[in-house]
């Protein structure tokens, strides 16, 4: 199955996908989208829109996991995230694919084994899943 990640956010989006037959993981491709802090959300919004669906269009993914919002003590910052991730639901939905929807203690324990892992255990991880 070829699987697309998105780990959204408005100054740096990420991506991933990867095909995987559920033991063996293989990466197709993977990104940052960037946006300038000092352009309007909407155009933001927008070019995170256009490349994502390129990335959609190029990989042909089946299936879809995008990060649940979490709290945040920063309502905007929340708010702005929220926007991005719905922009993310829309193309998932808008190109047919299966979505799934995951917390980050769910994502953390489910490629590193523990909830609360670093950004580092995290990334060495899946660097070892995918034999980077």
């Given at each position: 199955?070829?699987?697309?990640?998105?780990?959204?956010?408005?100054?740096?989006?990420?991506?991933?996908?990867?095909?995987?037959?559920?033991?063996?993981?293989?990466l197709?491709?993977?990104?940052?989208?960037?946006?300038?802090?000092?352009?309007?959300?909407?155009?933001?919004?927008?070019?995170?829109?256009?490349e994502?669906?390129?990335?959609?269009?190029?990989?042909?993914?089946?299936?879809?996991?995008?990060?649940?919002?979490?709290?945040?003590?920063?309502?905007?910052?929340?708010?702005?995230?929220?926007?991005?991730?719905?922009?993310?639901?829309?193309?998932?939905?808008?190109?047919?694919?299966?979505?799934?929807?995951?917390?980050p203690?769910?994502?953390?324990?489910?490629?590193?084994?523990?909830?609360?892992?670093?950004?580092?255990?995290?990334?060495?991880?899946?660097?070892?899943?995918?034999?980077?």
């Amino acid at each position: 199955m070829r699987v697309l990640g998105i780990d959204c956010g408005t100054e740096r989006t990420g991506y991933g996908v990867i095909d995987s037959d559920g033991h063996t993981h293989r990466l197709i491709s993977a990104g940052v989208i960037r946006t300038s802090a000092k352009a309007p959300l909407g155009e933001r919004l927008h070019e995170i829109f256009r490349e994502l669906r390129s990335v959609i269009a190029r990989d042909e993914p089946e299936a879809a996991a995008v990060e649940e919002v979490f709290y945040s003590a920063n309502v905007k910052t929340a708010l702005k995230l929220a926007h991005v991730r719905g922009v993310a639901l829309l193309l998932v939905s808008e190109a047919g694919i299966e979505l799934g929807e995951y917390s980050p203690l769910e994502i953390k324990t489910s490629v590193v084994g523990y909830g609360r892992a670093e950004k580092q255990q995290v990334q060495m991880m899946v660097a070892s899943l995918l034999r980077l």
